[in-house]
């Protein structure tokens, strides 16, 4: 059984991480969307083509999980955010924004499916690993039906040459995806630029990969 907060406390809490999410340039002007399970069956989700620091609680729209919307005009990119509610029961909440970093590395290194994990301990520790969806235009169905694959191992991952996104047992799981996720690009390529990516010794590797295990599916 998952906690629920009411429709007002969902909304505000929405609001808060979308401004959070803009003071630290993960997402610009009308980019980005995030969006929250307030029952089995519905979802408060961002309005459409909004500047994500000015959005007001009442302005969040409302869809079901069949993608009819109840209030509102939901963003374009609400078909994503249904996937993931629709496959992950736990999943209280998604944020899809723009982390400029994690989008460059995709666009510099198309050969790239996930992003390097064997020179950082955190990115083992804190998430596993970060693959890269491959690309799909952005407010389509195949956007979703390329995500499909990749989200019950996953609650973080790239967009190729897009964004990214991030989900979570609450918002804040969510936010801490995407915060993890762009520091984690930003370190990878201050490393890149000062000479090259080295790598963790294979046994190390396998210690932080045990001890995620034991730590479980949650990104922190
Ligand atoms: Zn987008």
Redo the contacts with the bound molecule.
Sequence with gaps: MIELKTDAQAALEIVQTAKLLHQKNFLAAG???LSYRIDQNHILITPKAKHKAFIKPNELAVINLSGKILKGQPSS?MLMHLEVYKSQPLAKAVI???PPHAIAWTIARPDLTELPKEPLSELILAVGSIPIVPFAL?GTQDMATNLKPYIANNRVMI?AR??ALSWGEDLSEAYNGMERLEHTALILYLAQSLGGLTTLSHQHILDLQTIRDKIGPKTF
């Design positions: 980019d980005g969307n990119e899809h924004a723009h952005p967009l897009h964004g």
